[in-house]
């Protein structure tokens, strides 16, 4: 695309004023700290380091109405913990064997093992926060968690092409957006935002999360061997996502009937790349990212009324980034 130019990753981080190499810090030496049976694999999850993008808006968003605090410190922990265990679950769900460029959990202990860790990590985010009082955070972010799970549920029920695009969002408003926008809620609750500041925000987390979930599966249907992970799962799962429903609309009846034709044969190699070449040819990605910059608008609009200072640039440098990443 490269038609927006913005900083690195690293470079927003370091604008903002935010350690994220004491970030990582925190976080391994958290999961370290336990004796327990789950550690090796812990260390297995977390040794593949994401880009921390849910705790940055945490701290982002404290900045932006105050300052961070102990809390924000906390919270950011443990928005990081519960995303880990949600991919390790998401992992199993979708039978994938890689992410962030190795092995995932599922592939290397078994799902047994896998959906165990899930479950520790959690316990170990709720236990984080009761040991330390910190109530508010549990009682922001486990509706989230319970909305995540509700988001996978009904993607795993919505795989024939009766998902529609309202139907689209209010399942990546679950998945994806409901944890981004939750990020951002207890980042400014902790720094001491007002309830319609809070609310604020959380629109615009919600946004970010439509634009996130939007350019993922638009990297799914990438053939640059760029992502991490592999490319083509959600054909293979029979997910319908934006792409799809982007190129089914620019189709002929005839058009239509060829691609439902292969959509509802057995899945081989074969078949996921004739899927992922006509989603391609009919402008499924072309149409998805005009979607995204259409969300970005809207989300930059909503960005100029938060507070004027010098932080609340960086939403939209993040924003511009997810849209830009090629993994």
Known sequence: MG???QPNFQEIAKGIGIDLTGFEKLLIDTINSDNSDFKPMLQHVF???GKRIRPLLVY???KIFGKPTISTDRAALIVEILHNATLIHDDIVDESDIRRNQPTLNATKGNKAAVLAGDYLFAKAISIAAQNGEHAIIYMLMPTVCAMSEGELQQLDSKDFSTDEARYYEIIFKKTASLIASCLKVGAVTAGASELQTEQICKIGEKIGYIFQIK???LDYSSNGKTGKESGNDIKECKVTMPLICAWNNMTASEQDKLLSLWNTERTAENIEQIRKIVVEKNGIGDSLKKIMAIKSETDALIAQLPDN???KYL???????IEREN
Request: aromatic content about 10%; cysteine-free.
């Open 216 to 218: 993922d599966d638009m």
């Open 47 to 49: 040794n593949a380091k």
């Open 316 to 322: 939209k440098q993040i924003t511009e980034y997810i």
């Open 60 to 62: 982002l968003s404290a």
């Open 3 to 5: 038609t927006i130019l």
């Open 310 to 312: 010098k932080y609340r």
